[in-house]
């Protein structure tokens, strides 16, 4: 089993709608847990953390965490096509392979 | 501020030739220093992190060595490449105390031919 594993995609959303990714993890002790986005030939850029159970919201972004089902998800409202790129979980220095993002005009 | 480089940009280098990539963080002290690979397609695979001078934790036992002669400066080295050593590397820096996300540098695309 993968330390963190993301299914790999392509998600294809219209602009405007609700992009859900989805993130499980086999680490029972994690207290960390990220969200990264990655443009095409680009470095990855943290755009979500969160350490407790329940919601986190910023700005168009929600993350998601359940501990109990090693659970981690990130919800993009109002898609926008500006949104397209690859989208890293990570769980303390692990990361899965990302979901692959693209958003419609 | 905080500001990480990170240089080469681009390498192509033949096999067997030695390797050595530089990253170097401003505007913080102590900081958590890391080297990432990126296999094209792939997630990130930690290969080294240090939390002080001096003091290297290698996750993948291969050809590649770290080092850190400075509290802001990360070096990672090769003697000779293998064409496996192809791949997207990348310094990252996060707080010292905490549990904090990372900030990456602009990467590596190393090319072993």
């Known amino acids: 089993q993968k330390e963190v594993e993301q299914n790999s995609g392509p998600l294809s959303v219209p602009e405007g709608a609700i992009a859900s990714l989805n993130c499980t993890y086999s680490?029972?002790?994690?207290?960390?847990f990220f969200w990264y986005r990655q443009y095409s030939g680009k470095s990855p850029e943290l755009i979500m953390s969160?350490?407790?159970?329940g919601d986190k919201e910023d700005g168009r972004f929600t993350a998601q965490l359940n501990k109990a089902s090693q659970y981690v998800s990130l919800l993009i409202r109002d898609s926008q096509p500006s949104d397209s790129a690859t989208y890293l979980c990570?769980?303390?220095?692990?990361f899965g392979a990302g979901t692959r993002l693209t958003v419609k005009p | 501020s905080q500001t990480i480089h990170q240089w080469p940009a681009t390498l192509v280098q033949p096999v067997g030739s030695p390797l050595s990539l530089e990253c170097t963080v401003e505007?913080?002290?102590?900081?958590?220093l890391y080297w990432y690979r990126q296999a094209a397609g792939r997630g990130l695979q930690l290969l080294f992190y240090?939390?002080?001078?001096?003091?290297i934790s290698s996750e993948v036992p291969q050809n590649l060595s770290a080092s850190r002669p400075q509290d802001r400066q990360f070096i990672l080295s090769s003697k000779k490449l293998l064409l496996s050593d192809s791949g997207f590397y990348l310094c990252?820096?996060?707080?010292?105390?905490?549990?904090?996300?990372?900030?990456f540098g602009s990467g590596t695309r190393l090319t072993v031919v």
């Open positions: 990570a769980v303390r220095t692990r």
């Open positions: 680490d029972r002790v994690s207290q960390s």
């Open positions: 240090s939390v002080g001078i001096g003091q």
């Open positions: 990252a820096w996060s707080k010292h105390t905490g549990n904090y996300g990372y900030t």
């Open positions: 969160i350490y407790s159970n």
């Open positions: 505007g913080t002290s102590n900081p958590n």
